[in-house]
C-alpha cells in the first residue's frame, strides 16, 4: 500500500517559507534513516540564510546501469494562512485559505516513497541518491552552495513543472536581474518645483521605454517593485526599482539587458538625475536534444507508466538549472500540479500515485541504458 498521500499531507502541514525549511528538513531526514539510509546535511543553511542545509543520501548500486539523482527543494512559497491539507474527490487542496505546498513537497513525498519502494521490494537499481535543497523559491540558492561534485550520477531529474504528467521541459530560460536607483534633487513641489529633479520621473520615462511582458517567444521582461519619494509635497529626490529579463536564447537576453540599460541611461540625463545599476545574473539556461540520455530514459519511463511525452521549454527556472550549468543531465518532469502559489494550488491523488510510477519506471530505464 503506497504512503505517498499520508506523507505528502504531512509535508504538506509543516510550514517551510524559504529560509524556515528545519521542521519539514528534520522529517524528511527522519523518513530516510528509516529506510536505514545515511543522510548527511551540509552547512549550505548557514551560507544561504536558512535554517536548514541540503539533505543528502545515496543508496548504493545493486545492478549495472545508469545512476540517477532525484532532486526536489523543501521551501515553498510563503503561506498567508493556515496549512490544512485535505483530500477531497481524489484531490488534494488545502482547506486553509492559502498554497497548498505541492510545490514541491508533492515531489518530496513521491521520491521518497519511490524510494522506500525500490528497498522494500528489492528491485535491482544502478544507484539512486537523493537530494533535498533549502531556498530553490528565492534563486536556487541551496542547490546552488551544494557540492556537486558528491553526486556520483551524472543524469538526474526534478519534477517541478506544474502542468500534466507526461510533459518534459528541454530548456529553461537564462535570467538576470537588476536593481535601477534614480538620483534626483528634492524640493517643495508647491513653491519650488522646478528647482526638483523628480527621481521617480524620470525611473517612469525608463520604464516606459522598455520592452516589457512577452518580448518574443522566448523572451521576457518585468518590472516588479519600484517605490521612492518621501511626501507628496516634495519632488522626489530618489526612486528605486527592480526587474528582469529571461530568454532561452542567451544573446537575445544580452541585447534585452543592453536595451534596458540604454532607456536607464537616456531617462537619467533628459531628468537631470544620477543613477546607479546593479545587475545580477540570477541562473543559466539550458537546452537538451530529445535524443539526450536523460531525455531518453525520461521518454522510456513515461511510455512504460503509460503516458505519451510531450515536450515543452519553461518561462522559469528551477533546481535542473544549477546542475545542468555544473555539467550534469537534469531534466524537469511535470508531476500535475496545478495552480500553484495560489489559495487554489491543487495536487490528485492519481498524480501523485503515477510519479511514483515513473520515478520506478526511471529506475528501471537507467539499469538498461547502455
Given at each position: 500500500?503506497?504512503?505517498?498521500?499520508?506523507?505528502?499531507?504531512?509535508l504538506?502541514?509543516?510550514?517551510?517559507?524559504?529560509?524556515?525549511?528545519?521542521?519539514?528538513?528534520?522529517?524528511?531526514a527522519?523518513?530516510?534513516?528509516?529506510?536505514a539510509?545515511?543522510?548527511?546535511?551540509?552547512?549550505?543553511?548557514?551560507?544561504?540564510?536558512?535554517?536548514?542545509?541540503n539533505?543528502?543520501?545515496r543508496?548504493?548500486?545493486?545492478?549495472?546501469?545508469?545512476?540517477l539523482?532525484?532532486?526536489?527543494?523543501?521551501?515553498?512559497?510563503?503561506?498567508?494562512?493556515p496549512?490544512?491539507?485535505?483530500?477531497?474527490?481524489?484531490?488534494?487542496?488545502?482547506?486553509?485559505g492559502?498554497?497548498?505546498g505541492?510545490?514541491?513537497?508533492?515531489?518530496v513525498?513521491?521520491?521518497?516513497?519511490?524510494?522506500?519502494?525500490v528497498?522494500a521490494?528489492?528491485?535491482p537499481?544502478?544507484?539512486?541518491?537523493?537530494?533535498?535543497?533549502?531556498?530553490?523559491?528565492v534563486?536556487?540558492l541551496?542547490a546552488?552552495?551544494?557540492?556537486?561534485?558528491?553526486?556520483?550520477?551524472?543524469?538526474?531529474?526534478?519534477?517541478?513543472q506544474?502542468?500534466?504528467?507526461?510533459?518534459?521541459?528541454?530548456?529553461?530560460p537564462?535570467?538576470?536581474?537588476?536593481q535601477?536607483?534614480?538620483?534626483?534633487?528634492?524640493?517643495?513641489?508647491?513653491?519650488?518645483?522646478?528647482?526638483?529633479?523628480?527621481?521617480?520621473?524620470?525611473?517612469?520615462?525608463?520604464?516606459?521605454?522598455?520592452r516589457?511582458?512577452?518580448?518574443?517567444?522566448?523572451t521576457?521582461?518585468?518590472?516588479?517593485?519600484?517605490?521612492g519619494?518621501?511626501?507628496?509635497?516634495?519632488?522626489?529626490?530618489?526612486?528605486?526599482?527592480?526587474?528582469?529579463a529571461?530568454?532561452?536564447?542567451?544573446?537575445k537576453?544580452?541585447?534585452?539587458?543592453?536595451?534596458?540599460?540604454?532607456?536607464?541611461?537616456?531617462?537619467?540625463?533628459?531628468?537631470?538625475?544620477e543613477?546607479?545599476?546593479?545587475m545580477?545574473?540570477?541562473?543559466r539556461?539550458?537546452?537538451?536534444?530529445?535524443?539526450?540520455?536523460?531525455?531518453?530514459?525520461?521518454?522510456?519511463?513515461?511510455?512504460?507508466?503509460?503516458?505519451e511525452?510531450t515536450?515543452?521549454?519553461?518561462g522559469?527556472?528551477?533546481?535542473?538549472?544549477v546542475?545542468?550549468?555544473?555539467?550534469?543531465?537534469?531534466?524537469?518532469?511535470?508531476?500535475?500540479?496545478?495552480?500553484?502559489?495560489?489559495?487554489?494550488?491543487?495536487?490528485?491523488?492519481?498524480?501523485?500515485?503515477?510519479?511514483?510510477?515513473?520515478?520506478?519506471?526511471?529506475?528501471?530505464?537507467?539499469?538498461?541504458?547502455?
Open positions: 500500500m503506497s504512503e505517498v498521500v499520508p506523507l505528502f499531507t504531512e504538506a502541514a509543516l510550514p517551510s517559507p524559504p529560509g524556515e525549511e528545519r521542521e519539514v528538513a528534520d522529517r524528511v527522519d523518513y530516510m534513516r528509516d529506510l539510509l545515511d543522510v548527511d546535511e551540509d552547512d549550505a543553511g548557514a551560507r544561504v540564510g536558512s535554517n536548514a542545509g539533505l543528502y543520501a543508496v548504493a548500486p545493486t545492478s549495472d546501469g545508469v545512476p539523482f532525484f532532486c526536489a527543494h523543501l521551501d515553498t512559497v510563503p503561506p498567508d494562512g496549512l490544512e491539507p485535505v483530500v477531497e474527490d481524489g484531490i488534494v487542496r488545502n482547506a486553509g492559502t498554497i497548498l505541492a510545490d514541491n513537497k508533492a515531489s513525498a513521491v521520491m521518497l516513497e519511490a524510494t522506500r519502494r528497498l521490494e528489492g528491485r537499481h544502478a544507484g539512486i541518491e537523493l537530494l533535498f535543497t533549502p531556498k530553490e523559491e534563486g536556487l541551496g546552488a552552495a551544494f557540492d556537486s561534485d558528491r553526486l556520483a550520477a551524472r543524469v538526474g531529474y526534478v519534477y517541478d506544474a502542468a500534466p504528467i507526461g510533459e518534459v521541459i528541454l530548456g529553461a537564462h535570467a538576470h536581474a537588476m535601477i536607483r534614480f538620483h534626483g534633487r528634492a524640493s517643495h513641489s508647491g513653491m519650488y518645483p522646478e528647482e526638483g529633479r523628480s527621481a521617480i520621473a524620470a525611473s517612469a520615462k525608463a520604464i516606459s521605454d522598455f516589457l511582458g512577452r518580448v518574443d517567444d522566448e521576457t521582461a518585468n518590472v516588479g517593485v519600484i517605490h519619494g518621501t511626501a507628496g509635497n516634495i519632488v522626489p529626490e530618489w526612486c528605486t526599482f527592480l526587474a528582469e529571461r530568454s532561452q536564447d542567451e544573446g537576453l544580452a541585447d534585452l539587458v543592453q536595451d534596458m540599460l540604454e532607456a536607464v541611461t537616456f531617462a537619467a540625463e533628459l531628468g537631470e538625475c543613477v546607479e545599476t546593479e545580477k545574473k540570477s541562473y539556461g539550458y537546452r537538451f536534444k530529445q535524443d539526450d540520455l536523460a531525455v531518453r530514459l525520461a521518454v522510456d519511463a513515461l511510455r512504460q507508466s503509460g503516458r511525452p515536450f515543452a521549454l519553461s522559469g527556472a528551477a533546481d535542473a538549472n546542475f545542468n550549468d555544473r555539467g550534469l543531465q537534469c531534466v524537469n518532469l511535470a508531476n500535475g500540479m496545478a495552480n500553484i502559489h495560489t489559495p487554489d494550488e491543487q495536487i490528485s491523488v492519481d498524480d501523485l500515485e503515477g510519479m511514483i510510477d515513473v520515478t520506478l519506471a526511471l529506475v528501471d530505464a537507467a539499469r538498461h541504458a547502455a
